[in-house]
């Protein structure tokens, strides 16, 4: 099992690049971000790698980041998507982006993503929802400031209010505001204030979405 490569970066395709490490090149696939990070030829790139095999191929995919990897290896545990199902997704949206949509279950969200209907959508935020709380609560948070930052060592998270977080976003998605974008300012605002009431989480999340 090959689990990373470091090597000269030999040719950028659409979707794959050819990785030459110590003479051998290896073809391996990734997604729009991942490329859009190579070097120009020649350069010296590194890629943490998935192995799949079927009777027909072996198949290596790269990623830049951890996240994304970890995130391909999540998505395709869901039934109907494949490994290129879970390439595109990755190439359309970044790991914060879609943890957010899950945990949010914002499906429309996931919908931007070719092949990824309704249906699809729906399952992909069901099976992955207690998935996305793991992967927050391992560092991919969606509630501080900056997307997929960890909280701060030796800070205690404060506790959801889920019925007041369901209100507030219901409050704001019906006065038009993007499901994911208003889900990460209310979960920030409550965890900084987790006594804050209702009315109080409402006005501030307006206000920082309107800014």
């Not at 992955?128 to 992967?135: E, G």
């Amino acid at each position: 099992m090959i689990g990373k490569l470091t090597g000269r970066v030999d040719e950028i395709a659409e979707d794959h690049l050819i990785l030459d490490v110590n003479g051998v090149g290896y073809l391996v696939f990734a997604s729009a971000k991942t490329l859009a990070a190579c070097p120009e030829r020649g350069g010296l790139m590194s890629v943490l790698t998935e192995t799949h095999v079927r009777e027909d191929h072996i198949h290596l995919y790269g990623f830049a980041t951890a996240a994304e990897r970890v995130w391909f290896k999540t998505l395709t545990t869901v039934q109907g998507v494949g490994v290129k199902m879970a390439m595109a997704i990755l190439s359309a949206m970044s790991p914060d982006a879609i943890l957010t949509a899950i945990a949010a279950q914002d499906k429309k969200a996931l919908t931007v993503v070719s092949g990824v209907g309704p249906k699809l959508a729906e399952r992909i935020v069901l099976e992955l929802k207690s998935k996305a709380v793991q992967l927050g609560a391992a560092g991919f948070s969606i509630a501080s400031s900056h997307a997929g930052e960890a909280p701060a060592k030796g800070k205690k998270a404060a506790a959801v209010a889920p019925t007041l977080i369901e209100d507030a976003l219901s409050a704001l998605v019906h006065l038009g505001y993007n499901r994911s974008e208003a889900f990460t300012v209310v979960m920030r605002l409550q965890q900084e204030a987790p006594d804050a009431k209702l009315d109080q989480i409402i006005r501030d999340s307006l206000r920082e979405l309107a800014a």
